[in-house]
């Protein structure tokens, strides 16, 4: 998936693709502000739909979507090498 314009997302599905994307990465909450540069709090927030996420915060969970869908790309190329040899 490449994504050239920035991401138009609803407020309850916002919050849940940051839910599967935080679990995808196996990092609570706490863990995963820390990576965005936000608070425990904002993370909730986004979570339970109260409130949506800077233009900023957006770009760099986009960041970690792309970053997600290459390495599963390769994850998937390096699984099945043998099979495009």
Known sequence: MIIERPLVINQPQIGKLIRELR??????????????GVTYPTINRWEN???KPS???M???EEM???????GQNLN?????????
Request: a positive charge.
């Open 65 to 71: 979507l792309k970053h997600r869908d290459l390495y």
């Open 49 to 51: 739909g109260h409130t």
């Open 77 to 85: 190329f390096q699984e099945n090498k043998q099979f495009y040899s």
């Open 23 to 36: 679990l995808e990465t196996g990092l609570t909450q706490e863990k995963f502000a820390v990576k965005l």
């Open 55 to 57: 233009p900023l915060a």
């Open 59 to 61: 770009q760099k969970i």
